[in-house]
Structure formats: structure tokens, C-alpha cells
């Protein structure tokens, strides 16, 4: 875990910024082409979730590089209003978009590791993790 | 890992195959390799990447566009895949449901079973099958110590497990009365007020009680809105409705109910249904109550368990074998 960088979340267009430094991020680690479009796509949604109902809040990226294995740790975190029922939002089929994106179960299965911690009234904050293979 | 390798190689002979021939076999066989793919849950944006694997390893000097290209269509499939995923966890998910709903349905079968007695001089017939797994029309039948039959036959407003859940309450508290307390409108007092109580506003129920007492041969009922069924005099060869008028159950805490009495003779039917019956419906059209008596006077010398048999088969027919409604009913006839 050597080094962490950021992106602000403020308005829509800062979800390609994150996408951006998260590509060439999962690059540099040696990712192939469908897992990069995967940590992408997950990178879309943790930032649109904080677009949408945080307000703002960054995706911060730390690369995983020891002897045993490579990989990319995505970590949204926002002073939102938090997550009320986290097993809810976690239910395939449940939506508050409308059936747009993939949400939260979308991003679990893009990734390989993902936690939530949230507190109602004070924010969210996910950190997932692709391993290279 | 080894295996999948094998498929991308698979995936490669075939693609040359079919650049090289445009052989049907060629796509034939990229049919199968679609199908076996899904079976091991390989998604859209995967199958892409092995096409663009093997398209590189077939035309090395593939130009920069279409390799550009063919990671922006990857990209694209991503979210499919995710959809695709996301609907076999529900598919499955779906199932188990079922599976568990069809164990509540046994459990309610259970619960609900009544016992079609014998009764000296009648014939009784009776069925009652659910428009979905679990049913929302219940009857039971009460013998007394005293050769009598009391008959319930309820319908609960609305369909499925909520309806299901609250015929088995119903079961269980008519269970409680004494024998001593049965007569038909102070049973269907006293359920009002276990409805009324227990179940939540909006949920209304409706219910007919009846009472055969043997010595006197006579027909006691009272009726919560439940839909009117049929007295067929054997003298005067003539079906008439089996009026009775009171409240459905749950509205009103105090309702007392009406009762009525009918001398039985030798010949003479009763036949008690639900809406589910008269509700049958073909097409856009609901059947007239009319057409449900043309129906079982066709099948109104048939032993009673046959006719209502009989009356039902018709029935699930006309509606082509799907029931709208849960369908109950009961037919009892005083042996000549």
C-alpha cells in the first residue's frame, strides 16, 4: 500500500476524472482490458452514488503491490446523509434510480472485495478491491 | 482456468472456420459455444474480449481503429453483464420463493383440513381449489354430537398468502366456540368481532354459516355478505337464492346477524359456493349467476361429491384451465 490519490466528486463530469485515473491506475498494475472496463464501471457508480445522493465526496485509489499479490483498492467516501438499511441497497432488484446503473450489488460483483461502513446523518464510506490476476 | 483456455481456442477455430468459409456449421457451432458459455455464467463483455483475442491472434496487423473500436463495444457490454448476473440471482432467488411458498401452501392444507362427514340421510359433496398456491376460500364442516352438520364457507376479499393467513385464523377461532354456541348468527357475531379485532383495515372477509339439524330436519343459516348460493325444492322441481342479508366480517365491531330457517325435505339441495364460481370469467365477460345454476342442473343427479367435481372440471375449462378466483363449492343433498 504505498500511495493514495484522490478524486473530488462535485459535479457530473468528475465521475470520468475518476474513471480516468482509475484506468490508467488499473494499467500501470497490469490489469487486462475486461477487468479495467469493470474497475471503471465500478468507479462510475461509487461516484455517481455520491453525485446523486451525497452532494460531493471523493474516490481515492490505493495500489497493492507486495510480494504475494497486485491490485487496485477503490475507496468512495462522502459526509452524506449515510445509508438508513444497508441490506436493502445491497438486494438485487432494488432501486432508487429507476433501474439505471448497476448500484451497489452491481459493484459488488465487478470487484473482487467490497465493504460498506455508514452512519445515518454522517456519511458512507466503501472501499472495494480488484485483485490483477 | 485450462478449460476456458480450451473454449478461447475453440472459439478461434471457429472463427477462422467461418472467415474463411462462411460455413452455417461455423455459426452453428458459435450457437452451442453461446449456450455452453452461459451454463458456466461467462458474461456478454467476456465472449467480446475472446472475440477480440482471437480476431488478434487471426489478423495480427489488425488496423487501430477496429482494435479501438472493439474496446469501446466491450465497454458498452459491460453493464449487460451485470444486468445478466443480476438476473440469475433473482432467478434463483425466485425459485427458492416458490419452493417455500409451496411448503406454506402444504401447511395451510394441513391446517384448513376438514373432514367431509357422514351424515345419516345426506349426501354431501364438496371442493374448493386455489386460482394460485395458497387459498383464500375456506370451508369447514362441523358434526355434532347430535347427528347435526354445521357448514362454514368463507371468502376472504383478496388473494394469496394474506388471504390465506387469515381463513387459518378463522379456522382456529371457530375451533374455540363451544358446541353449545352454534348457532349461526351468534357464530358469525362472534368471528365479526375476531376479524374486526385481529385483522388489519381493508381486509374484508365473507361468510355464510349453516346449520342441518336432524331431528327437525330443518336448514338454520345466517350470511356476512357471502355470495347467496342455492336451494333446489324437490317438490316444486325449482332452484331458488338462498337470500340472507348482514355485513361482510371486520367492518363494524357490534354487527349482529339475521338468521334464517328452512324446513328440508326428502330431495331438496343446498348448494353454497364462493364468487369464485360466479366470478369465472371468459375472456372479458364474467359468467351470470344464471349460467352457474344451468350448470349444475346439469349435473344435478350426479352423486353430490361427482357433480361438484363435474361443475368445477367445467369450469377450469371455460377459463382454459387458469382460475381467476379461488373456487369453492359445497352441495348437499337430503337423500329421499
Known sequence: MDFQSCVNIQKEWDIVGARQLGRDKAKELGFGTVDQARIATAISELARNIYLYAGTGKICFETINDMNHKGLCVIASDNGPGIQDISLVMEDGYTTSGGLGAGLPGVKRLMDQFDIISEPGKGTEIRTVKWVR | ?336
Open chain 2, 1 to 336: 482456468m485450462t478449460n476456458l483456455k480450451l473454449e478461447i481456442d475453440n472459439y478461434k477455430e471457429l472463427l477462422k472456420q467461418y472467415i474463411l468459409s462462411l460455413d452455417e456449421k461455423a455459426l452453428y457451432q458459435a450457437e452451442q459455444f453461446s449456450k455452453l458459455s452461459m451454463q458456466h455464467n461467462i458474461s456478454p463483455e467476456e465472449i467480446i474480449n475472446v472475440h477480440i483475442q482471437a480476431l488478434k491472434d487471426l489478423y495480427p496487423n489488425l488496423p487501430k481503429e477496429v482494435d479501438n473500436s472493439l474496446n469501446f463495444l466491450l465497454e458498452t457490454m459491460i453493464s449487460y453483464g451485470l444486468a445478466y448476473q443480476e438476473f440469475q440471482s433473482l432467478r434463483e432467488k425466485q425459485l427458492e420463493l416458490k419452493s417455500e411458498i409451496s411448503v406454506a401452501a402444504k401447511m395451510q392444507q394441513n391446517l384448513l383440513l376438514t373432514e367431509k362427514p357422514t351424515i345419516k340421510g345426506l349426501d354431501i359433496g364438496a371442493i374448493s381449489v386455489p386460482a394460485h398456491q395458497m387459498n383464500g376460500d375456506y370451508y369447514h364442516f362441523v358434526s355434532g354430537s347430535d347427528g347435526g352438520l354445521g357448514i362454514a364457507i368463507a371468502d376472504v376479499i383478496g388473494k394469496g398468502i394474506p388471504a390465506a393467513l387469515a381463513m387459518s385464523m378463522i379456522k382456529y377461532s371457530m375451533d374455540s366456540f363451544p358446541e353449545s354456541q352454534r348457532s349461526p348468527s351468534v357464530i358469525l357475531e362472534n368471528l365479526n368481532r375476531v376479524v374486526e379485532r385481529n385483522v388489519e383495515p381493508g381486509m374484508f372477509m365473507t361468510m355464510f354459516f349453516g346449520l342441518y339439524n336432524q331431528a327437525k330436519q330443518t336448514f338454520a343459516y345466517s350470511s356476512a355478505g357471502h355470495e347467496p348460493g342455492f336451494y333446489f325444492d324437490a317438490k316444486k322441481n325449482e332452484y331458488s337464492e338462498i337470500a340472507a342479508k348482514g355485513l361482510v366480517l371486520g367492518v363494524a365491531k357490534d354487527t349482529t346477524y339475521q338468521e334464517y330457517e328452512q324446513n328440508v325435505k326428502p330431495g331438496d339441495m343446498i348448494v353454497l359456493l364462493t364468487d369464485g364460481v360466479t366470478e369465472c370469467r371468459i375472456g372479458d365477460r364474467f359468467i351470470e349467476r344464471d349460467e352457474v345454476l344451468q350448470v349444475i342442473k346439469r349435473y344435478e343427479n350426479y352423486p353430490a361429491q361427482e357433480a361438484v367435481e363435474q361443475v368445477f372440471k367445467y369450469f377450469e375449462r371455460l377459463q382454459g384451465f387458469q382460475l381467476r378466483d379461488d373456487f369453492t363449492l359445497i352441495l348437499i343433498r337430503k337423500e329421499v
